[in-house]
């Protein structure tokens, strides 16, 4: 009996402390967060920029892989050093918009000084038609005079036209500057708008969000259809609104609609209705402004229950419709 | 047997119950929120916006249960998203401001195409 009792003993602690060294689903968290900053350094659009926040988030990776210890401890490191890539993304992304404005802008002023150039020439060869006719119709003592003249009005012309050229090109440059400060008060108007820009969050905090391994999860709930419906009840579209709002300030990322069944009824005829649903809030979510482009929908039926299929709290919140915000 | 079950005891509670970290670090979660505020946060990065400000709750819940390192990693958890969203904020600006440009000059090239024809360009 005693005997017993130790083995049952030791196969606990056995359990126990197998529990805390293998750890394959961080692993996997890990190696996610590792493909993603691979990725970002092997973009071609993006590698080599903001080299700095690369390299934070080059330690905060290594901290994590490094790692040992309690999985707390670890999925915190995880945490972080996503973070760490997901800030040097960006700020990679804001470089290159930079260098992209650099070049509009001079694309900008070349225009306006190849376009007064072309002014230039069209008041040149006026001049010109205006000296041959004159010449063909006068009388020749007459013409002789006002070769004389017209040579030199022509020169006054042409150094108007220089002037003018000079001008013009005074003007491109004054118009470049005026639209570096125009940049600026849309910078400030920007400013000022996001800071009266709080009721949005109001509105956010009514979607039920979570962060999962693919991204962002935002959660509609077993609100949009009529039991057995696959179009959305009246109102249901404009309560995607917020939806639309929430994934517009994410515009390079893809989206993945799933719809999600109960487990109530004939499988197969549950993922069909969940397809049919994905559907119909994707084209909702197109017809508020989201990019066809970047949106799929998927049926999945009744396997990915969120909670209990037991009772009608739980059945209720497994009948949903799931927006996923895709990281890569 | 006594004294290591003592011992695993004990190591659980200083898993849990270290000294009371500086208050100092939910201050500058708070403060890194504040300022991802002012950078527009809410317009240009509300999810990273709405897990700052659920993240420095839970840090703070954590305080009063005494599971200190619990709530330290939640702080810093929370700071780091403030800061995320101040830069995808700046971005989302650059990225507006390249948007509008590249749109006027595609505008005054057609107008001036139209002016000059085939001589320009």
Not at chain 1, 119 to 146: H, I, P, S
């Amino acid at each position: 009996m005693n005997r017993t009792l130790t083995k049952i003993t030791l196969v606990l602690v056995l359990g126990l402390l197998s529990a805390c060294t293998s750890a394959p689903k961080k692993d996997l968290a890990l190696e996610r967060v590792r493909g993603e900053l691979d990725n970002l350094k092997s973009n071609p659009e993006l590698a080599g920029y903001a080299p700095m926040a690369v390299g934070e988030a080059e330690r905060a990776l290594r901290k994590a892989e490094m790692a040992s210890g309690d999985d707390l401890y670890r999925s915190y490191l995880v945490y972080m050093a996503d973070r760490r890539i997901q800030i040097a993304r960006t700020m990679a992304e804001r470089e290159q918009h930079e260098q992209a404005l650099d070049v509009l802008e001079k694309q900008y002023s070349e225009m306006l000084i190849k376009a007064s150039q072309l002014e230039a020439d069209y008041a040149r060869k006026d001049a010109e038609q205006a000296r041959l006719l004159v010449a063909t119709t006068a009388e020749e003592a007459q013409r002789a005079r006002e070769e004389k003249e017209q040579a030199q009005q022509n020169e006054a012309e042409s150094a108007r036209a220089a002037q003018s050229s000079a001008e013009e090109a005074e003007q491109a440059r004054r118009l470049a500057e005026s639209r570096a400060s125009e940049a600026e008060y849309a910078r400030l108007e920007a400013d000022l708008a996001s800071q009266q820009i709080t009721s949005l969050t109001r509105q956010l905090e009514n979607l039920q969000l979570r962060e999962t391994e693919s991204g962002v999860v935002v959660t509609l709930g077993d609100v949009l259809f009529a039991s057995g419906q696959t179009t959305l009840v009246e109102g249901g579209r404009s309560s995607l609104e917020e939806v639309v709002d929430l994934l517009q300030t994410e515009p390079d990322k893809k989206i993945r609609v799933e719809g999600h069944t109960d487990s109530r009824g004939d499988a197969d005829a549950n993922l069909l209705l969940s397809e049919q649903r994905a559907r119909a809030v994707l084209e909702a979510l197109v017809s508020l402004g989201v990019a066809s482009d970047r949106i799929s929908a998927l049926g999945m039926g009744e396997d990915f229950p969120i909670a209990s299929n037991e009772d009608e709290d739980g059945r209720a919140r497994n009948r949903r419709v799931d927006v996923i915000l895709l990281d890569n | 047997m006594k004294p290591i079950l003592i011992a695993l005891i004990c190591l659980t509670f200083t898993a849990c119950t270290t000294v009371r970290p500086d208050p100092a670090v939910l201050e500058s979660a708070e403060q890194a929120i504040q300022a991802a505020e002012a950078a527009g946060g809410d317009e240009f990065a509300p999810v990273e916006m709405r897990f700052a400000r659920e993240k420095l709750e839970s840090a703070k819940k954590g305080m009063q249960k005494e599971k200190y390192v619990v709530a330290v990693y939640l702080a810093e958890e929370s700071e780091i998203n403030s800061e995320l969203a101040i830069e995808k904020s700046r971005t989302a600006k650059s990225r507006r401001r390249v948007n509008e440009l590249r749109k006027s000059n595609e505008e005054l090239n057609a107008r001036l195409r139209a002016t000059f024809g085939d001589e320009f360009k």
